[in-house]
């Protein structure tokens, strides 16, 4: 029996084989259509493009594009497979490198692998990132970890400057003796512009319901902390340190939010002054990070 991950209402999906329609036809196999709802019982009333309706198992039913692969006999990579067996680094990340953590954290582990050279021939390509496969553990090919983090999206960067790291080969320390190639005065529009969105979901969520998530709020003000110094310093600094006590004040609600907004706004400002005096170049070493990938291409094909 064919499985699959759970369907959200929206999703398009084509029947696997003849249904029972709901005005007492059959819908045929390829039939396309959308998920509408979720029976009690688990079952998908999928709404046809011809607006009838049939209800199908999840076996019965299949993603638009995974049928049109299975249509062509084309055959995805599997991301787990590719995780546990060429995973080149991997550190623990969120709450616990920080040193926010309380009993209650995850373990958030994040990784990179290097797919091989030869898959990238193929009709079908590799996975950019894979879920999985334990728990809370996320990981980037390679070749798209270089692309995010030359852009200095922050989660990609804090990898890199883990003090947990949990899996390092020789292609794993060479990438992380590029990390400075990676940071630039970009980190000023990523770092800022994410925490300035999000601040204004979290009022949003303030207005209506008296209280923001305040976990998400300590991490952004920690977001900000953390981007002053990496101008400041050229240096990411993934431990929360000296502001520790006062972030978990923020975490159990304990300051209230004008102070808060007070202490964002003030970072931001101190943000402004950093990007005027930092010691950052403007752009990331692309060169440098382009020519370790190729590299890293060529040695990793079989031999």
């Known amino acids: 029996m064919v499985q699959g991950p759970r369907l959200a209402v929206g999703t398009q999906v ?3 084989g003849a249904v029972a329609d709901g005005r007492g036809g059959i819908a045929q196999r390829g039939a396309t259509g959308r998920v509408a709802a979720v029976t009690a019982d688990g079952r998908y ?3 046809l493009v011809d607006g009838r309706e049939a209800i199908a198992r999840r076996d019965q039913l299949s993603l638009r594009t995974a049928y049109q692969d299975e249509a062509i006999g084309l055959v995805r990579p599997d991301g787990d497979r590719l995780v546990r ?9 969120g ?4 040193g926010l953590d309380t009993d209650q954290s995850d373990t958030d582990t994040r990784g990179v692998y290097v797919a091989p050279t030869e898959a990238y021939w193929s009709l079908v390509k590799p996975p ?3 879920d999985g496969p334990e728990p809370e553990w996320f990981s980037w090919e390679v070749e798209r970890f270089c692309e995010l983090a030359l852009k200095s999206n922050p989660n990609l960067l804090e990898v890199l400057y883990s003090p947990l790291v949990v899996q390092q080969t020789p292609l794993g320390e060479e990438l992380v003796g590029l ?3 990676f940071l630039s005065q970009l980190a000023y529009q990523t770092y800022s512009g994410y925490v300035l969105s999000q601040f204004k979901k979290l009022e949003t969520d303030f207005r209506r319901d008296g209280a923001p998530k305040w976990k998400h709020v300590m991490h952004l003000i920690r977001l900000l902390i953390a981007a002053r110094g990496l101008l400041l310093e050229a240096n990411v600094v993934v431990d929360a340190g000296r502001y520790r006590e006062r972030l978990l004040q923020i975490r159990r609600g304990e300051l209230p939010w004008d102070e808060v907004e007070r202490w964002r706004l003030r970072l931001h400002g101190e943000l402004d002054d950093a990007l005027r005096h930092t010691l950052l170049p403007a752009t990331p070493d692309v060169a440098r990070v382009d ?8 040695r990793n094909l079989t031999r």
């Open 128 to 130: 950019a990132h894979v």
């Open 14 to 16: 084509v029947l696997r």
């Open 291 to 298: 020519d370790w990938l190729r590299s890293v291409r060529s």
């Open 85 to 93: 067996e060429h995973t080149i680094y991997a550190a623990v990340v």
């Open 95 to 98: 709450s616990r490198a920080f």
């Open 45 to 47: 009333v999928v709404r």
């Open 179 to 181: 990390r400075r190639s």
